[in-house]
């Protein structure tokens, strides 16, 4: 088993700056990748960015040149800093990890609520 806990969310005003984390614990060995979803209300979930073990990552074309996914492998937390953060950002953002040999993301955070407003 995996838990992910994250933590980092709050308000800030538009062109501000946040950054989540997600700290996993349990059987960290087995993750594969790490991902942090979103979801807006009335919107579907979204996913923001991805981080692999090996470090590729990868990223919606909405936060690409904002955000940046990273790792601390010592301290098993990913990381998602957002800069020049915009209204439509705001949104429940959660982690999730993937397993090695699996192809779906089975574990997940219980979200962190980041609000960006004037």
């Known amino acids: 088993q995996v838990q992910l806990v994250e933590s980092g969310g709050g308000l800030v005003q538009p062109g501000g700056s946040l950054r989540l984390s997600c700290a996993a614990s349990?059987?960290?060995?087995?993750?594969?990748?790490i991902a942090w979803y979103r979801q807006a209300p009335g919107k579907q979930r979204e996913l923001v960015a991805t981080?692999?073990?090996?470090?590729?990552?990868n990223y919606a074309d909405s936060v690409k040149g904002r955000f940046t996914i990273s790792r601390d492998n010592t301290k098993n937390t990913v990381y998602l800093q957002m800069n020049n953060l915009k209204l439509e950002d705001t949104a429940v953002y959660s982690c999730?990890?993937?397993?090695?040999?699996?192809?779906?993301?089975?574990?997940w955070g219980q979200g962190t609520q980041v609000t960006v407003s004037s």
């Open positions: 999730a990890a993937r397993r090695v040999g699996t192809g779906t993301y089975s574990y």
């Open positions: 349990g059987s960290t060995s087995r993750i594969y990748a």
């Open positions: 981080i692999t073990t090996g470090g590729n990552t």
